[in-house]
């Protein structure tokens, strides 16, 4: 490419000023790539670490049913759920979490997709799920590793859900940043200035399926209230 191929072409150019301002903006957009692949090198470092610390060359002294319990594959479809108005929650191999009628476990219980959208959910209280969602929880007879201190519940919390904020999410006024794990009450009900968990039946590019905000909004049902945010170090 020459000079010729560009020289009839019209175009807006900026005063120097803002030239300066966009220049400052990309070099930040890359900094920000920059220190983002660093975190994902080191956190990647980090797995093969503790992965060659904990298995490699030792010797099996159990098998993963010894504690885990994977459970019966559910006979119900996305598709039948999405008209429900049941009071259980209903995993799916999605982002969307829909109500059904009955229950199908009970208790601490993660589930995980087997479709094209890798992601795992952890839940406590009756649930149920589709039946391209896998659930699994813990043995009866294991500590229990995963509790929610009651300094943040002020007693037993049962039905909660746990998600990760992301860009969408940042509260600093409340202590959120990206990346912090929020736990919300799915029984606790809606107070005003207090960041509460909303959900879009139909979302859009500009009207994410689920949003944190301490008011209502139009088009967004109430599912619970945030009741702890942790940070992963």
Known sequence: MDEDMFSFLNLYLPDYDEQVKIGD????????????????????????????????????????????????????????????????????????????????????????????????????????????????????????????PRVFTNGEVKDTIVFVADGGNHFTDYGIFEGMFLIFDLKGKFQRGHLSCFFSQTPDEEHPKYKVSDRRMKGYRHIGRLIAAIRNY
């Open 25 to 148: 903006m990309l070099y930040n957009i890359e900094r920000k790539i920059q220190v983002n692949n660093r975190i994902n090198d080191n956190l990647q470092q980090m797995a093969y670490d503790i992965y060659m610390h904990t298995f490699f060359k030792k010797k099996s002294n159990g098998k993963l049913g010894d504690i885990l319990i994977e459970h019966l594959k559910s006979p119900v479809q996305v598709g039948e759920a999405k008209d429900s108005t049941g009071e259980c929650p209903f995993f799916t191999s999605g982002a969307a979490i829909l109500k059904w009628d009955t229950f199908f476990t009970d208790g601490r219980s993660c589930f995980l997709n087997t479709g094209g959208n890798a992601d795992v959910k952890y839940y406590v209280g009756k649930a149920a799920y589709s039946t391209d969602t896998w659930c699994i929880s813990a043995c009866d007879d294991l500590s229990d590793y995963l509790s929610i």
